[in-house]
């Protein structure tokens, strides 16, 4: 099994990566990520991804955080989109702009029971950055750093009562991923 695995890697490891292959378009990858938005999380997700030219591509993903603050649990999910344009890069690697938008699933779950749990959804734009690197032909690691702005309703909780706002209001986040980006 093991001469297996280091098989696929040295066949992998002499194959010529490129940053853009118009055979293999489309690819998935998963994703750990951090971010600020009123609380400070761990989370992870994943991603699909279709690059129809070299200069254009565009990203639909999914995001989950969570972060127990006693006795809630504090938890958003978020899916989006975004477009990116590789303006600097080479055989191997890239850089670009990203902008897109998203709608996060806001929770404060109460998890003893004894107090308010509330939701709300948020809709929101973001802009950032993408690098990535090929690593093999078909493998492909990414870091990607966005600022969020988020409408949505600010949710007070205090011992058995939760006041959502009435009125909307920008609610900013910043998030840093990592992933793994697999060509299909």
């Not at 009123?38 to 991603?47: F, K, N, S, V």
């Not at 989006?80 to 702009?97: C, D, I, K, N, S």
């Not at 988020?150 to 209001?169: E, I, N």
């Amino acid at each position: 099994m093991h001469a297996l695995i280091l098989l696929l890697l040295a066949s992998a490891a002499n194959a010529a990566p490129t940053a853009y292959n118009a055979d293999h378009p489309w690819s998935i990858g998963v994703r750990a990520a951090a971010w600020q938005a009123g609380y400070t999380a761990p989370g992870g997700g994943g991603h699909v991804r279709y690059r129809p030219s070299q200069h254009l591509g565009v990203e639909a993903f999914w995001n989950s955080f969570a972060v127990s603050r006693s006795p809630r649990l504090l938890h958003d999910h978020v899916i989006g989109f975004h477009t990116y344009m590789p303006l600097v890069g080479g055989e191997r690697w890239l850089l670009a702009p990203a902008v897109g938008a998203c709608v996060d699933f806001r929770f404060q779950t109460d998890l003893q029971h004894t107090g308010p749990s509330t939701s709300d959804v948020r809709f929101g734009t973001h802009a950032g950055f993408i690098a990535e690197r090929q690593l093999t032909s078909w493998l492909s690691a990414e870091l990607n750093g966005a600022t969020y702005a988020y409408w949505g309703h600010p949710v007070a909780v205090d011992g058995w009562t939760a006041t959502p706002s009435t009125q909307l209001k920008l609610q900013p986040a910043t998030q840093l991923t990592a992933a793994v980006n697999v060509r299909l």
